[in-house]
C-alpha cells in the first residue's frame, strides 16, 4: 500500500478539455436547451463522462465534466472539492481548470490538497485507514465555466476476494444538473463475464419492468449516453432505479469460492494457544454455562475493531492472532468463536448478513459483497440461534441472549443458497410491568414494576451504565407524566413542581437468564386529569402497544418491517373517593386476534378503583405489503380504538351528583 493519495497528472488531461477545443462544445451545444436551464437558475453540465473499469486486480473510476457556476451555493461547493478515498485507492488529478470569456486558465496551480483522516462514525471502532482529499481551489468567480477530470485507481492485494469478484452500483444522477451530453461506461477487463441487472425501471404507468439482464463479456462495454439530458429524482414513495453490476456467479458457485478460504482457518487445535482458556471451560459444571462462557469471552474480552476493506476482502484473520491480541473484526471474532465452540462439540457456522440492506439481498445480484458484517449460526439441541460475536453487552445462556431481526443470510459453506430466517415471536415476554397507583386525597404515591429480557434488558444495563441516575429519573418522570396525561394540565418544564420522592433502583439482575427487573417510585401531586370540573385518572401505553406506523407506511417497492416485543402491563389505579364503575370506557375490554397482533384486555373493577390487565404479542422480523399490511395496520386500528389502558371517574361529592351518576 502506498502513503501517497494523490498525484497531479496533467499529461493524462484529454483532448476536450484543451483551449483548442472549446469552441467546439461551446458552440454546438443546443441552445434551446442550454437557455432553457439557464433560465430557470440550474446549473449546466456541458459534458460528463463517467467510466468504470473492472481489471483482474483493479478497479478504476474516471470523471470529467465541466459545468457552470452560476450558483453561489455550487461555487463555494467546487471551491473545495473532496474526494474520500481508502488505503488502497490513489487519486489522480487530470484537469482543474476554468473557462472565463471564451478562454482556458489552468487552476493547477492554484490548488492546495488536504489529505486528512477520515471517520465515518466516531462511535464504531473504525479503523479503514480513510483519507478525506480535499482540492482548495483558489479564485473561481460566478459564472465561471468549471472543468475537473480526475481518476481514482484501487489497486487490490493479490490474495483479495475481489481479484474474483466484481461489483458496481449504478443510479442515474439526481434533478439538479441539466446535461449537453452524458455519458457513462462500465469496461469489463476482468476477463470473466460481467452481469448488469435492472432493478426498479418503470413504464409510464409507474409499474416496474421485467427488463433482462445483459451479459457483458470481457473487452465488452455496457453504454449510457443521453443528450440534452436533465437528471431524474425517484417519485415519492419509491426506489431509485438502479443497474446492478456483478461478475456471473451463483451463490454456490460464490460460496465454495469463500468456504475455501475460511477452512483453513478452522483447522487449529485450541489447546495449542489457548490453554487457559480451554481449562476455563473444563472447570465449569454443563455444555450450556461453557457456550455462554464462550460467548462473553469473544463478545467482552476480544476488542471489535471494523475495517472494511478487510471485510470486503473476506479473508478473515488466524483465531490464534485474534486470542493473542485480543482484537478482531466481526470475521475474526467469529472464526474464533466458531474455533472455541467446535472444540465443545458444538455445531455452528459462519454466516453474512447486511443488516441495513436486508430486503434488497434477494434483488442484488449474487455477489459476497452484497454482505457487511458475519455472525455465527449456532445449532444446539435442535434449536438454531444466531449470535453476533461483535455484540459486546449482551448476557444470557444459548437461548436467552439477544435475537436480532434480518431475514435472509449467506452461510460460508460450500453450495450454500441465499437463506431466509422467518418471523419469530418472543417465548416469554421481552417486557413485564405493573403499574400501582394509590391516591389518598390529591396526592398519589406511584410504583412501576418492571421486569425486561433479552435485548431489552441490555440497554437497560446500557443506560445505567452510562446514565446518570437523575436522568434516567427524568426519562421515567416523563413516562409516567404523558401515560398519566397530565401533559393537558402543565408543561413538561413544570414535572418537578408535581413530582418528588422519585427513585430508582435495579433490585434484581440475573445475567444468566439475561433478566433485569428494576423499580420506579414516586409522589406525583394533583395526579388528577380535571375536564369540565371532573376528575379522572389515566394510564395509557399507546408507544408499547400500537403500531401507528404500519397506516403511515406507502413506499411501494419497500415492504413494511415490524420487530415489536411481546409485552404484559397490569396497571392498578386506586382512590379514596367512589369511582363511576359503569363508565363504558373504564369497564371496556378486548380480545383482537389478528394474524399479525394478538392484543388482549381484561379489567376488574372496584368501588374505588379499577384494574387492567394487558397481553400484546407480535413479531420480530416480520416484513408486510399490500393486503397484508392493510390487515395489520387495521388491527392497530382496533387497538387504539379498543384499549391500551385504563381511565376511571371520580364521582364528585353531594348527593345531586350522586343521585346523576347514579340513574346514568
Not at 451463483?250 to 485450541?270: A, G
Amino acid at each position: 500500500m502506498t502513503n501517497q493519495y494523490y498525484f497531479i497528472k496533467p499529461e493524462l488531461s484529454s483532448p476536450e478539455t484543451k483551449q483548442e477545443n472549446i469552441d467546439s462544445w461551446l458552440k454546438t451545444q443546443d441552445k434551446t436547451f442550454y437557455d432553457a436551464q439557464i433560465a430557470k437558475e440550474r446549473d449546466y453540465c456541458f459534458w460528463c463522462n463517467i467510466v468504470e473499469t473492472a481489471k483482474p486486480n483493479s478497479r478504476t473510476s474516471y470523471t470529467s465534466m465541466a459545468y457552470t457556476l452560476n450558483d453561489a451555493g455550487m461555487l463555494n461547493t467546487t471551491g473545495k472539492t473532496s474526494f474520500i478515498l481508502s488505503e488502497e485507492e490513489v487519486l489522480n488529478i487530470h484537469t482543474i481548470s476554468v473557462v472565463r470569456d471564451g478562454k482556458v486558465i489552468d487552476k493547477l496551480g492554484d490548488i492546495n490538497v488536504k489529505v486528512l483522516d477520515y471517520v465515518r462514525d466516531e462511535n464504531q471502532a473504525s479503523f479503514n485507514d480513510e483519507k478525506k482529499v480535499t482540492i482548495l481551489i483558489q479564485d473561481l468567480h460566478l459564472n465561471d465555466i468549471f472543468i475537473m477530470e480526475t481518476s481514482i485507481e484501487c489497486k487490490y492485494e493479490e490474495s483479495s476476494i475481489r481479484n474474483q469478484f466484481f461489483r458496481w452500483i449504478y443510479s442515474r444522477p439526481n434533478s439538479y444538473w441539466a446535461y449537453g451530453k452524458y455519458l457513462f461506461e462500465l469496461k469489463n477487463e476482468t476477463e470473466k463475464n460481467l452481469e448488469a441487472n435492472f432493478h426498479y425501471y418503470r413504464d409510464e404507468a409507474g409499474s416496474i419492468l421485467e427488463k433482462d439482464k445483459l451479459i457483458i463479456e470481457h473487452n465488452q462495454s455496457y453504454t449510457i449516453e443521453k443528450e440534452n439530458y436533465i437528471g431524474e429524482d425517484a417519485k415519492e414513495l419509491e426506489v431509485t432505479p438502479f443497474i446492478d453490476f456483478a461478475t456471473e456467479q451463483t451463490y454456490p458457485e460464490i460460496t465454495k469460492t469463500i468456504s475455501n478460504l475460511y477452512q483453513k482457518f478452522y483447522q487449529v487445535n485450541l489447546t495449542d494457544f489457548a490453554a487457559d482458556l480451554v481449562a476455563e471451560l473444563d472447570a465449569l459444571p454443563s455444555l450450556d454455562h461453557k457456550i455462554k462462557h464462550a460467548i462473553d469471552f469473544v463478545q467482552k474480552e476480544v476488542y471489535y475493531l471494523y475495517n472494511e476493506a478487510e471485510m470486503d476482502g473476506h479473508e478473515p484473520q488466524a483465531a490464534e492472532v485474534t486470542y493473542k491480541t485480543k482484537q478482531g473484526d466481526c470475521k475474526a471474532k467469529t472464526v474464533l468463536l466458531k474455533v472455541i465452540l467446535a472444540d465443545l462439540g458444538v455445531d455452528s457456522e459462519i454466516i453474512l448478513v447486511n443488516y441495513g440492506s436486508d430486503i434488497f439481498l434477494p434483488v442484488y445480484t449474487p455477489s459476497p459483497f452484497n454482505f457487511n458484517h458475519a455472525i455465527l449460526k449456532i445449532t444446539h439441541n435442535n434449536q438454531v440461534y444466531f449470535i453476533d460475536a461483535t455484540m459486546s453487552n449482551d448476557q444470557g445462556f444459548l437461548a436467552n441472549r439477544q435475537k436480532n431481526s434480518f431475514m435472509y443470510y449467506l452461510e460460508v459453506k460450500a453450495g450454500s443458497e441465499l437463506q431466509k430466517q422467518e418471523p419469530f415471536q418472543d417465548e416469554i415476554p421481552a417486557i413485564e410491568e405493573k403499574f400501582y397507583c394509590d391516591v389518598k386525597g390529591n396526592v398519589a404515591e406511584v410504583i412501576f414494576d418492571r421486569t425486561l429480557r433479552g435485548r431489552i434488558a441490555n440497554q437497560v444495563r446500557e443506560m445505567f451504565k452510562n446514565d446518570s441516575i437523575k436522568d434516567i429519573i427524568n426519562r421515567y418522570n416523563f413516562t409516567i407524566y404523558s401515560n398519566m396525561a397530565l401533559d393537558t394540565k402543565y408543561g413538561e418544564n413544570e414535572i418537578n413542581n408535581y413530582f418528588s420522592n422519585t427513585s430508582i433502583e435495579i433490585v434484581k439482575d440475573n445475567k444468566d437468564l439475561n433478566e433485569i427487573s428494576l423499580i420506579y417510585k414516586a409522589t406525583i401531586s394533583e395526579p388528577y386529569k380535571i375536564v369540565d370540573n371532573k376528575r379522572f385518572l389515566h394510564f395509557w401505553s399507546r408507544g408499547n402497544f400500537v403500531d401507528n406506523e404500519a397506516s403511515k407506511h406507502f413506499n411501494k417497492d419497500i415492504p413494511y418491517w415490524i420487530d415489536r416485543n411481546h409485552i404484559k402491563t397490569e396497571i392498578h389505579l386506586m382512590t379514596d373517593h367512589s369511582i363511576n364503575q359503569t363508565e363504558p370506557y373504564t369497564r371496556q375490554e378486548c380480545d383482537i386476534k389478528s394474524k399479525y397482533v394478538k392484543h388482549r384486555v381484561t379489567k376488574k373493577i372496584s368501588k374505588q378503583g379499577a384494574s387492567c390487565y394487558i397481553d400484546c404479542q407480535s413479531y420480530h422480523n416480520l416484513t408486510l405489503s399490500g393486503k397484508e399490511l392493510d390487515d395489520y395496520a387495521k388491527a392497530n386500528k382496533e387497538i387504539l380504538n379498543s384499549n391500551w389502558g385504563i381511565g376511571i371517574d371520580i364521582i364528585e361529592d353531594g348527593l345531586f351528583k350522586r343521585l346523576s351518576q347514579l340513574f346514568k
